[in-house]
């Protein structure tokens, strides 16, 4: 490995007694001949094609084939749900163009804690990183890979249910792929992202087709008052909203990665519009077809809407959903990754987390720490339980911080106005959208204060862990010491000669 220094640029590690290095030390391997000016460093493999995958990926998990029931409760009616279903598409459209214009007028990867950085400070955005390496990207990426893990084995052991046990052995067994990828090939990790990116759509394509057949051969009947006022819950609207937004998550992933993208002035722009486009119209016409085929009751009754309809309208072949699911959620696990990674990375770059997570390796060039760095954790969780409560407690600080996040592309609006925009939107996109991230975070204080209220208990802990941590110069120097007790051998081991993908 070596590591990247605070300005971005790699420095090799070239361990010689002419340059200063100690007889005794091992000469670190000569950098590939293709590496720009002898660095190590991430390199530019993210095209359009891979951009829009890591995208569609991420946004598309498990929730639009197993419960888009929550929009349709709280809506009232079938054709208010899908205005809703457009409505989030939208509004998620308006903050993706608003993170496209952070992405191309800050060039940095990180996402949300890069953007919070460069207009706010480095308090704010340590508050950001910290709720995110202690709660949230562990919970986040456990409860994701549960999922893979329940419909993985769904079909091997029907009609039974599947064993709790089997369920989470399953689930490491795809964390630890997940991470081994992500390891070893950002050109695999990228690659494998595209086919499974392709296997959603497939997915999806699967519902869409048969159902909208139904459709044109006259099947409307549940679409017959549709709008109908007396079912339409005006105060459930709100939470309705909140479901959407939260189907549509994932659009801001490119942004994590922006340093490997090629072109980043057009193809971050270019990739976001592209997929929120595609992500829409599947989102849509999914619910079209679902709507076509079963009845709201039968919707709102069902488990798993899409393994639902899959029996009605497929028979035996049904059995395949559960596997397309799993797909779905592999997708999700390598596409979530492969951004938090680089959003560590970059802390530790910027100081605020250890040296170690900031290392490159020198023949991968993947940033192998801050990839292995949420493993523990998320096997942790899986077998303590209940992370769906702290998922809970943490989830409305994802909307609090992306709201910070396109209010500082506001602010610095007038505070920075020479900063070069390659992608500029109107002030009312990035106003509207913070908005509605606000309100969002305001309606979880309101429906649920007391999760809400741990949620945000457990983020000011990052207040005195900046100061304990970052600020102080007396601050406690145990957890680097051991890090730096073992980078030597942590080196010598990720330095050796290996096969290049």
């Not at 605070?6 to 091992?26: A, F, K, L, R, S």
């Not at 497929?314 to 492969?338: I, K, Q, R, T, Y």
């Not at 741990?454 to 051991?482: C, E, H, M, N």
Request: proline share 6%; with cysteine; net charge positive.
């Amino acid at each position: 490995m070596t590591r990247r220094s605070v300005n971005g640029e790699g420095t090799g590690v070239n361990n010689t007694p002419q340059n200063g290095g100690h007889p005794g030390d091992t000469p670190a391997p000569k950098e590939e001949p293709d590496a720009p000016n002898g660095k190590v460093e991430l390199r530019k493999k993210v095209t359009l094609l891979r951009g829009i995958s890591i995208i569609i990926g991420t946004i598309i998990g498990a929730g639009i084939f197993i419960s888009p029931k929550g929009i349709l409760k709280n809506s009232g009616s079938v054709g208010m749900s899908l205005v809703v279903w457009i409505a989030c598409g939208v509004l998620s459209l308006f903050g993706a163009l608003s993170y496209a214009e952070l992405g191309t007028s800050i060039q940095k990867s990180g996402g949300h804690y890069t953007y919070i950085l460069e207009a706010f400070g480095p308090q704010m955005a340590f508050i950001r990183l910290w709720a995110d390496l202690i709660a949230i990207r562990p919970a986040g990426l456990a409860v994701i890979s549960l999922a893979f893990g329940q419909y993985i084995l769904e079909p091997i052991f029907m009609p039974c249910g599947v064993p709790e046990i089997a369920i989470k052995l399953a689930t490491s067994i795809g964390i630890t792929s997940v991470m081994y990828l992500n390891s070893m090939s950002t050109s695999w990790t990228n690659r494998i992202q595209i086919l499974l990116t392709f296997s959603k759509l497939l997915a999806i394509a699967i519902i869409i087709v048969p159902g909208l057949y139904m459709l044109f051969k006259g099947e409307t009947k549940n679409f017959e008052n549709a709008f109908e006022v007396s079912n339409i819950k005006l105060t459930g609207l709100p939470l309705a909203f909140y479901s959407g937004m939260y189907a549509y998550a994932g659009w801001f992933y490119l942004n994590f990665v922006t340093e490997e993208v090629e072109n980043p002035e057009k193809t971050v722009p270019l990739a976001i519009c592209i997929s929120m486009a595609i992500v829409t119209f599947c989102y849509v016409l999914t619910n079209v077809a679902y709507y076509t085929v079963m009845s709201a009751e039968e919707l709102l009754a069902s488990q798993a809407v899409a393994v639902t309809f899959a029996g009605k309208m497929m028979g035996n072949f049904s059995v395949a959903v559960p596997v397309f699911v799993a797909l779905s959620c592999f997708g999700s696990m390598n596409g979530c990754l492969f951004a938090f990674s680089r959003m560590f990375y970059v802390a530790s770059r910027e100081g605020h987390l250890p040296e170690v997570l900031s290392m490159i390796h020198v023949r991968r060039h993947t940033p192998l720490a801050a990839v292995l760095v949420l493993y523990p954790m998320t096997v942790f969780q899986l077998f303590v339980g209940d992370i769906y409560s702290l998922l809970n407690f943490m989830s409305f600080l994802r909307w609090l911080f992306i709201g910070v996040a396109v209010l500082g592309l506001i602010y610095m609006r007038y505070t920075r106005p020479d900063m070069p925009r390659p992608f500029k939107v109107p002030l009312f996109i990035p106003a509207i959208f913070s908005f509605t991230c606000f309100f969002m975070v305001f309606l979880s204080l309101y429906s649920d204060p007391v999760n809400t209220g741990i949620g945000f208990a457990i983020s000011l802990t990052g207040i005195p862990a900046y100061y304990i941590f970052i600020v102080f110069d007396r601050r406690p120097k145990w957890l680097q010491d051991g890090l730096g007790n073992t980078l030597p051998s942590l080196r010598s081991h990720c330095l050796i000669s290996n096969p290049t993908f």
